[in-house]
């Protein structure tokens, strides 16, 4: 610690000296002193900057951050309400298909009942027959075409075959010869 009194109270040529030396090294190391005072000011300052950026730069990575988030939450619950939708079509159209195979199974028993008791499987009338044949003659266009349709037909709905329809037959051999007429002309 100084003392003052005794640097005020110094006549001597000498103890002014000293006091001056003293001075000037005191003083030095008080510039060196406010210069690492300065250093360190300008090492904060620039550290608190740095925190700042740093700051910042966390706030927009994290609402960044937040913002994907939410689309992310967006996209899944989109997706979610899509699946329940595929989710519920497909469950809507497996009962069909459950109600559909109900009803095939109920037709195919009335079926199996019925050729059981020996009834005719299905009725047709004339006009159904003829209807019939002009469906299994439709798109063809070619006389040769026509020819073989019509032997095709026969070598299946021939009266003499085991599934074979007389009925059927002779509206086959109508249409046959109607379109064979129709070439003709």
């Known amino acids: 610690m100084i003392d003052w009194e005794e640097l005020v109270g110094a006549q001597e040529p000498e103890d002014l000296r000293k006091i001056k030396y003293f001075l000037f090294q005191e003083n030095l190391r008080l510039e060196a002193e406010k210069r690492n005072l300065a250093e360190e000011r300008e090492r904060l300052k ?12 966390l706030r927009d990575e994290l609402d960044e951050l937040n913002r994907r988030t939410l689309q992310e939450r967006q996209r ?3 997706e979610t309400q899509f699946f329940d939708k595929k989710m519920e079509i497909l469950q809507d159209g497996f009962r069909a298909l459950e109600e559909d195979r109900r009803q095939l199974d109920r ?18 009338e004339s006009g159904d027959y003829d209807e019939i044949a002009g469906i299994l003659f439709a798109n063809v266009t ?8 019509y032997r095709d037909l026969v070598k299946i709905f021939h009266p003499d075959n ?3 329809d007389e009925l059927l037959s002779q509206a086959i051999n109508r249409e046959y010869q109607r379109r064979k007429g129709a070439e003709e002309e």
């Open 46 to 57: 620039r550290l608190q900057d740095d925190f700042m950026r740093d700051r910042v730069k």
């Open 76 to 78: 899944l619950r989109q």
């Open 107 to 124: 037709e195919r028993k009335a079926f199996e009942q019925a050729r059981l008791i020996g009834a005719p499987d299905i009725i047709l």
């Open 142 to 149: 070619s006389p040769m075409g026509l020819r073989k349709r």
């Open 162 to 164: 085991l599934f074979g």
